[in-house]
């Protein structure tokens, strides 16, 4: 951080992979962070590590989430919202896409970011503060096999986009760091529903797969700029990627 006021961030997701990391970082930047996600004894270790704040929240309920910005609230102003809950779920071809797959991915990445971006949103105005959203190279390339989470980022990349437009002439600054091939414990495991094996195979052979510290490394920076720089988009890869269909991988 650029100054010694202690400066308040919300992460979703909290409980593992990017989301996970950039509490660590904007803790050890010297951030208080609330750490929002579902799984309440993974916050309380991160928590017992790191100092922040856990609040057991599901962005994609109401309910839960309208409490949670409560608790954050109570507790004073909030200079960033940081996006980081989402996931893919599957990757089956349209013609056979189980619509459950994509509702569940809708609801997370698209409806869960809309929903808690609505309600820190005024609170943000008034600390001149950031909306960050963890989108994904899905969302600018789509690829066989990837329609329904490539479609839901898409979806959150535009969302970003045009409430950077709504935003202009407020002080508020609105932020989509986009990643590539990031190797975390749960991402692929989770869309291929738990098979290891196929998970394995995403990363196999790729030389240095990015981690989810280094998206956390963006975060940090993006928001460590002075309030009057929007960084407006970071697309971030691993050398070893071109794009999702150009992936070195060693033989």
Same mark, same amino acid.
């Given at each position: 951080?650029?100054?010694?006021?202690?400066?308040?961030?919300?992460?979703?997701?909290?409980?593992?992979?990017? &989301?996970?990391?950039? @509490?660590?970082?904007?803790?050890? #930047?010297?951030?208080?962070?609330?750490? !929002?996600?579902?799984? /309440?004894?993974?916050?309380?270790?991160?928590?017992?590590?790191?100092?922040?704040?856990?609040?057991?929240?599901?962005?994609?309920?109401?309910?839960?989430?309208?409490?949670?910005?409560?608790?954050? !609230?109570?507790?004073?102003?909030?200079?960033?919202?940081?996006?980081?809950?989402? &996931?893919?779920? &599957?990757? %089956?071809? @349209?013609?056979?896409?189980?619509? %459950?797959?994509?509702?569940?991915?809708? #609801? !997370?990445?698209?409806?869960?970011?809309?929903?808690?971006?609505?309600?820190?949103?005024?609170?943000?105005? #008034?600390?001149?503060?950031?909306?960050?959203?963890?989108?994904?190279?899905?969302?600018?390339?789509?690829? /066989?096999? &990837?329609?329904?989470?490539?479609?839901?980022?898409?979806?959150?990349?535009?969302?970003?986009? @045009?409430?950077?437009? /709504?935003?202009?002439?407020?002080?508020?600054?609105?932020? =989509?760091?986009?990643?590539?091939?990031?190797?975390? =414990?749960?991402?692929? @495991?989770?869309?291929?529903?738990?098979? /290891?094996?196929?998970?394995?195979?995403?990363?196999?052979?790729?030389? =240095?797969?990015?981690?989810?510290? =280094?998206?956390?490394?963006?975060?940090?920076?993006?928001? %460590?700029?002075?309030?009057?720089? %929007?960084?407006?988009?970071?697309?971030?890869?691993?050398?070893?990627?071109?794009?999702?269909?150009?992936?070195?991988?060693?033989?």
């Amino acid at each position: 951080m650029t100054n010694n006021v202690v400066k308040t961030a919300v992460v979703t997701g909290a409980s593992s992979g990017i &989301g996970a990391a950039t @509490v660590r970082t904007l803790t050890t #930047e010297g951030w208080k962070v609330f750490a !929002l996600a579902r799984r /309440e004894e993974r916050l309380a270790s991160l928590a017992a590590e790191t100092g922040c704040t856990p609040v057991v929240a599901d962005i994609t309920d109401e309910d839960s989430t309208t409490a949670a910005v409560r608790t954050i !609230l109570a507790a004073g102003p909030v200079k960033a919202l940081v996006n980081c809950a989402g &996931g893919a779920v &599957g990757k %089956d071809p @349209v013609a056979t896409a189980n619509l %459950d797959d994509w509702r569940a991915m809708y #609801e !997370l990445n698209v409806l869960g970011t809309l929903r808690i971006t609505q309600k820190l949103l005024p609170a943000l105005k #008034e600390s001149a503060g950031s909306v960050l959203v963890i989108s994904s190279t899905a969302g600018i390339e789509p690829y /066989e096999g &990837g329609a329904g989470y490539c479609a839901s980022k898409f979806a959150e990349r535009v969302m970003a986009r @045009v409430l950077r437009l /709504e935003m202009i002439g407020e002080p508020i600054r609105v932020i =989509d760091i986009a990643p590539g091939m990031v190797k975390t =414990d749960e991402f692929s @495991v989770k869309r291929f529903h738990g098979d /290891e094996s196929k998970a394995a195979a995403v990363y196999a052979g790729v030389p =240095d797969p990015l981690k989810a510290e =280094d998206i956390a490394e963006c975060v940090r920076w993006a928001l %460590d700029q002075p309030d009057t720089v %929007d960084v407006d988009s970071i697309v971030v890869r691993p050398r070893a990627e071109g794009s999702y269909t150009k992936v070195f991988r060693n033989a």
